[in-house]
């Protein structure tokens, strides 16, 4: 591949090439920081770029045996995640300056295995409401949906071929599905959070973003400190996929509504057989008030993690933080119990549900990303799943009307992470343009 299109490179394929000697750490870092400097003006995806260090960094590597199967690949870190050469500021101005002293486990586990630390992508404040600098790359008057929407938008535009971000609600698979990465967020609890600012402890979770399934299984590996942990044998068979829409699909826009029929049929002609979930009043209840449960939950332990920032440093948030954290605060511990006893229901619940499928085909965002790089858009298609604490895994391919990407999503069952995967690895040639 001639030198000023390494950025195109999948991790899995840069990896390949390096360990290969088809090409160097040097220039595939050199191939991103140039379409970084074409690109970065419009899209707005980074929030700390060091190219000397990037590029002394993939020197290092060129130089030394391979130390493990990232070695010499760029990976972007969302900028909630520590990083003890760079500035973390969690997504707030008044934090620019931040230095941690340690890399967060994930990153210290990147390092390990070889990858080249490219620098830190724009997060929303804190993960939360406010947004960042960052537009959509495939049109710059839309949204990249937030929190980790740096690193959605640096993934899909070529920026890096690989990027982490963070999910408590929907925060990596609906800047995936409108950015048009692949996005995938673990089952909760497999990876460590240590190093990665908490915002809500029983739904924070890592998440990664990649153009290719076999980039999350190659990432995933090294995240568990196992290389082979997420790599499931082929399916000896096409899939199951039980459909559903959950109870909110009337509030899919008209481009969710022709992805799903399109996702349905190309899956379908493939061979997977794809079942309407059986309507169930009693089920389809307790989803929708697992909703509501999940939104109280994280108030109340986002207003409590934030405790510090909420007291001492009140001045720096913005308007937007302080009213959801003051909303947090006066929720009482009591209901905070019932919400999470409700979770819990709701997930013996969805267990039994989803036994006889391989995955759940259900929509991964309303629609395309709607204008405005902060406008608002509807969290249910991600967050219901996220409560659940299932894996889920975004893929792209689709387009909806106005030319922007439309994302499907797969979800799992609880911490059969490697089975979801082998099945979006079945799924994803169908969706490819």
């Not at 402890?201 to 299984?217: A, K, M, P």
């Amino acid at each position: 591949m001639p030198s000023d299109l390494l950025y195109r490179l999948t991790a899995h394929e840069a990896a390949s090439a390096i360990a290969a000697g088809r090409t160097t750490s040097e220039a595939l870092v050199r191939a991103c920081l140039e379409r970084i400097e074409a690109r970065e003006r419009t899209v707005g995806a980074w929030s700390f770029l060091s190219p000397e260090a990037a590029l002394a960094a993939a020197r290092a590597c060129d130089r030394q045996p391979a130390r493990g199967p990232l070695h010499g690949v760029p990976v972007a870190i969302k900028d909630v995640i520590d990083t003890a050469d760079m500035p973390t500021a969690y997504g707030s101005p008044a934090r620019a300056s931040h230095q941690p002293e340690a890399d967060a486990a994930c990153v210290a586990l990147l390092r390990e295995a070889g990858a080249v630390i490219l620098g830190k992508t724009v997060s929303t404040e804190y993960a939360a409401v406010t947004p960042g600098k960052t537009v959509n790359p495939h049109s710059a008057a839309h949204s990249p949906g937030g929190s980790s929407s740096g690193s959605a938008a640096a993934v899909a535009d070529g920026m890096v071929p690989a990027a982490l971000g963070t999910q408590t609600v929907g925060s990596t698979i609906r800047p995936a599905s409108f950015c048009g990465a692949v996005g995938f967020k673990a089952s909760f609890g497999t990876f460590s959070l240590k190093g990665v600012h908490a915002q809500a402890e029983s739904l924070d979770t890592l998440g990664i973003l990649t153009r290719s399934v076999e980039d999350i299984v190659l990432l995933g590996g090294v995240l568990l400190g196992e290389p082979d942990a997420f790599a499931a044998a082929p399916l000896a068979r096409a899939p199951r996929f039980a459909f559903c829409p959950t109870p909110h699909w009337p509030r899919a826009e008209p481009a969710t509504v022709e992805a799903m029929r399109e996702a349905r049929q190309r899956l379908s002609d493939a061979g997977a057989a794809v079942d309407d979930m059986a309507a169930d009043p009693t089920f389809d209840r307790v989803l929708e008030d697992a909703l509501e449960a999940q939104w109280l939950v994280l108030r109340f332990e986002f207003a409590r993690a934030m405790s510090f920032e909420r007291t001492a440093r009140r001045e720096t948030l913005s308007a937007a933080l302080c009213k959801l954290l003051d909303d947090g605060l006066r929720i009482t511990a009591s209901t905070y119990r019932s919400a999470q006893q409700h979770l819990a229901t709701a997930r013996a619940m969805a267990t039994d549900r989803l036994a006889p499928f391989d995955a759940v085909l259900t929509p991964a965002a309303a629609g395309e990303a709607p204008v405005g790089a902060g406008a608002p858009t509807d969290l249910l298609f991600q967050r219901l799943w996220t409560g659940l604490r299932l894996p889920a895994i975004t893929l792209p391919g689709l387009v909806g009307p106005q030319g922007l990407p439309v994302g499907v999503q797969m979800v799992g069952k609880a911490n059969e992470d490697a089975a979801l995967l082998a099945v979006a690895g079945w799924s994803a040639p169908h969706f490819a343009p």
